[in-house]
């Protein structure tokens, strides 16, 4: 079905599914997605661009903030059900320009990926959400773990480890202290992989779209809008990591002072492995960021 639409949506918008060759995205964070769909989507104008993306199974709608007239293209995508509607206050309060809403989050019985754009989403901010779809489309296809199931861990973790690192002194409860560390730092790696990083990758990957040529009439305020969002949601991931990092060499000299007490114990030996993968995560993802330069 989805590739029959595909065909009558080429034939409607006069482009062949042959024309546009694929454009690579470079990969940051480890993410992926379909380069092939996002290609055919760059050069599609606004209204072009909307089709598409129900055509390959996502709903559209456009949520009006403003009392307005609307106009023909908006009014195609009106009429969002109930539920969303519940979010309209909150969404102008905001400010949002749009939004993804995965499938798992729709209380319908047809679980699919939704756009929501409101009266400020541009050209950019659709290709921005349909991203959003693509790398969840590309997590679910890998089999990745399900973020909700992750944010629980990470809930879970962190009220552990805020619950024994005011008794940190007490090194009998040093073990169990670190491997809360750990639980609370690898997800929320994962999770902000999810979250804030992905903010990031795709302003970064529709900037480099538009440097290369691949992604056209972007306006510069746009572009200024793109740098210092992914710059803010860069320095709010890296003021998380330098904690991590200030408490991981905290756990590591009282790990140290706990050894010089006597023989390690088996659980000490533990905490010791934890502390070193927290370490090495915490480097590799630092590694990552300062290779990451948000200029255009
Ligand atoms: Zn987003």
Redesign the pocket.
């Known amino acids: 079905m989805r590739f029959l639409g595909q065909i009558l949506l080429s034939l409607a918008l006069g482009y062949s599914t042959l024309q546009a060759s694929t454009v690579q995205s470079r990969s940051f964070f480890g993410k992926q997605l379909d380069s092939a769909i996002l290609s055919q989507a760059l050069p599609l104008s606004t209204e072009e661009l909307l089709a598409y993306i129900e055509s390959q199974g996502i709903r559209v709608y456009f949520l009006p903030l403003e009392n307005r007239n609307y106009s023909k293209m908006e009014a195609k995508y009106l009429a969002p059900p109930e539920w969303i509607l519940r979010y309209r206050s909150e969404y102008k309060r905001d400010g949002v320009l749009g939004a993804?809403i995965s499938p798992i989050l729709s209380p319908s019985e047809t679980q699919i990926p939704i756009i929501l754009l409101t009266d400020i989403s541009n050209r950019w901010t659709i290709l921005?959400?349909f991203l959003?779809v693509l790398f969840e489309r590309e997590k679910t296809k890998n089999k990745l773990e399900d973020i909700q199931k992750v944010f629980e861990r990470q809930q879970a973790s962190r009220e552990d480890f805020l619950d024994l690192y005011p008794k940190r002194s007490d090194l009998t409860r040093l073990p169990s202290l670190i491997s809360t560390f750990r639980d609370y730092v690898l997800s929320e790696i994962i999770l902000s992989k999810s979250v804030s990083l992905?903010?990031v990758t795709?302003e970064l990957i529709l900037l480099e779209f538009v440097k290369s040529g691949a992604l056209q009439n972007i306006g510069t305020e746009q572009i200024q809008i793109a740098i210092s969002y992914a710059g803010k949601n860069l320095a709010a991931f890296q003021s998380y990591l330098n904690n991590f990092k200030d408490t991981s060499v905290e756990l590591e000299k009282l790990l140290h002072e706990a050894e010089q007490t006597g023989a390690p114990s088996e659980k000490m030996k533990q905490a010791k492995v934890d502390l070193n993968l927290v370490h090495q995560q915490l480097s590799e993802i630092q590694f990552e960021l300062d290779h990451i330069v948000v200029k255009f």
Do not use: A, D, G
């Open positions: 993804y921005h959400e959003h992905e903010e795709i």
